[in-house]
């Protein structure tokens, strides 16, 4: 028996792994989505072709992730995962150039490192309206 991709859990994975809210999804998906929708795509086997493009460059999660992630042939790659991310011969190559669990960690801390430059703007940004202000 054939194992069926879940698209819209897949997508539901990888943005709770990175730590994004359904709002915070529907919201670089553009104005006519909401946490709603979001939820409701997330339940759906299949995804639109170009709906599937757009959350892919909104979480920097590439497409095929969300068409080839299936969790039990995940749990078997990282079972057999030794050495620092050094994969076994499983007989099939990882999709990812390196360790998946390291490319993830890398896109949550860019995201970070960006959410905090963005803070700081706005800090000074305040601090320069307040000066502003106080003249």
């Known amino acids: 028996m054939e194992q069926k991709i879940h698209q819209g859990r897949n997508v539901k994975r990888f943005r709770e792994m990175l730590g994004i809210k359904q709002e915070a999804l529907a919201l670089d998906l553009g104005e006519e989505w909401n946490q709603k929708k979001i939820s409701l795509l997330e339940q759906k086997d299949v995804i639109d072709e170009n709906l599937l493009k757009a959350i892919s460059q909104a979480l920097k ?5 969300f068409r080839n992630f299936d969790e039990e042939q995940a749990i078997n790659i990282i079972s057999n995962t030794f050495d620092n991310g050094a994969f ?6 990882s999709t990812f150039n390196v360790n998946p669990i390291e490319k993830m960690v890398q896109l949550h801390e ?4 960006l959410y905090e430059r963005m803070l700081k703007e706005k800090d000074e940004m305040m601090e320069r309206l307040e000066k502003l202000i106080n003249r």
């Open 61 to 65: 999660i590439p497409v095929e992730a």
């Open 88 to 93: 076994l011969n499983t007989g099939h190559t």
């Open 110 to 113: 860019d995201k970070i490192a």
